[in-house]
């Protein structure tokens, strides 16, 4: 597998929050040469079981990376322009002058303007505008406009990956297709290695307003236990504060209340096993992933949190190592094969690594 090639085609397909289907289409067509069984379920969240060689019934794990994307939603029409608002942390600051897809009656090309500065009052130039001041122009007169678009109707923004230097990438929707690319690498290298536990891949949907794809597949799968994957904050430009992490270093390990420790630590022993480099990440409340609602499923199970370090995170030009998504793929798999059959997280003290070492690796 071209790790490069599947992010290409996994960031250039639309899939915001709620609108999925494309994305989600694009990726079944990878998933079902890996899995033994793909489906949708109700809710959208695009589930593959690659079934383990251990006697049933088998324990199984869940493996949880979101597919859907920041966007925009078309909320009026005045003539032949379109007013808008966002689908889930849109940067406002970066909209002026962005490519954008109105998904219409069919796709339509448009660009996101606003008045020039030249022509607003002096007080008003250095602002971020509200979004009753951006418009989006697609290019066509008024009553054509009328039939083609609808209030409701989805807005993505067009950009393609591109490859930066020293094995870096940057483009739209890395949050959080880098990481599906992820869990795709895993369940190919999966195919050529035995595991014992299931392995329930599941790219779910509407994370980016709410988590909500995690609390419903991971209601219905019950796995014994689970592994989010998500991106975290990258350093960037004279950026030294805490709760940044690296470029190239490895993909984050949570340290916290979200995650259960005897799982945390069985991630790092993987990791260090296989000479994955990685980096310790203290989350001391709310990971705002989707780990927060696996853990708390029905009568709670047993999570982890993988995360890619990613700059200008919810910008168009989200930055991220190909190294370390290919890392984090490849450690999701030796996890995974490594699980015995009668491995049963417990809060036992005595058995749980004391994890109050951040300096990391």
């Known amino acids: 597998m071209d790790t490069l090639t599947l992010l290409k085609t996994l ?3 639309p899939g915001p929050s709620g609108r999925e289907t494309t994305a989600q289409k694009i990726l079944q067509m990878q998933w079902d040469s890996l899995a033994d069984e793909v489906h949708t379920d109700a809710m959208g969240n695009l589930i593959a ?5 251990g006697t049933a019934p088998r324990p199984s794990v869940m493996v949880a990376a979101h597919i859907d994307e920041i966007g925009l939603i078309v909320t009026g029409i005045e003539g032949e322009f379109l007013r808008i608002h966002a689908i889930g942390g849109i940067d406002r600051r970066v909209l002026l002058g962005l490519e954008v897809i109105v998904h219409g009656q069919r796709p339509l090309p448009g660009i996101i303007g606003a008045r020039p500065p030249h022509v607003l009052p002096p007080e008003e130039r250095d602002k971020i505008l509200p979004w009753k001041q951006i418009f989006v122009d697609v290019g066509l007169p008024a009553e054509e406009v009328k039939t083609l678009v609808r209030v409701g109707d989805h807005v993505t923004l067009e950009r393609d990956l591109v490859e930066l230097q020293e094995g870096l990438i940057a483009g739209k929707a890395l949050d959080n297709r880098a990481s599906v690319a992820a869990v795709t690498i895993a369940l190919e ?9 299931d392995f ?9 307003v709410g988590t909500k794809g995690a609390i419903t597949s991971a209601y219905n799968l019950i796995p014994q236990l689970a592994v989010a994957l998500d991106v975290t904050f990258a350093t960037q430009h004279n950026d030294s504060q805490t709760g940044t992490f690296e470029l190239d270093k490895g993909p984050t390990i949570g340290i916290g209340p979200n995650f259960h420790p005897q799982v945390v630590a069985r991630l790092k022993n993987t990791a260090e096993t296989e000479e994955i480099p990685y980096q310790l990440e203290p989350v001391p409340g709310h990971s705002g992933t989707d780990a927060w609602s696996i853990q708390v499923a029905r009568a709670g199970i047993p999570t982890g949190l993988l995360s890619i370090p990613v700059r200008y995170m919810h910008q168009p030009v989200e930055t991220a190592a190909l190294r370390d998504i ?3 793929g490849r450690w999701l798999a030796s996890f995974i094969a490594g699980l015995e059959e009668d491995f049963c997280p417990r809060w036992e003290d005595d058995d749980v690594e004391d994890n109050t070492d951040m300096e990391g690796d």
């Open 11 to 13: 960031t250039t397909s």
């Open 49 to 53: 079981l690659q079934r383990g060689q």
């Open 189 to 197: 290298l999966l195919t050529h290695r035995q595991h014992t536990w």
């Open 200 to 208: 329930y891949a599941v790219a779910t949907v509407q994370e980016e």
């Open 326 to 328: 290919e890392r984090t």
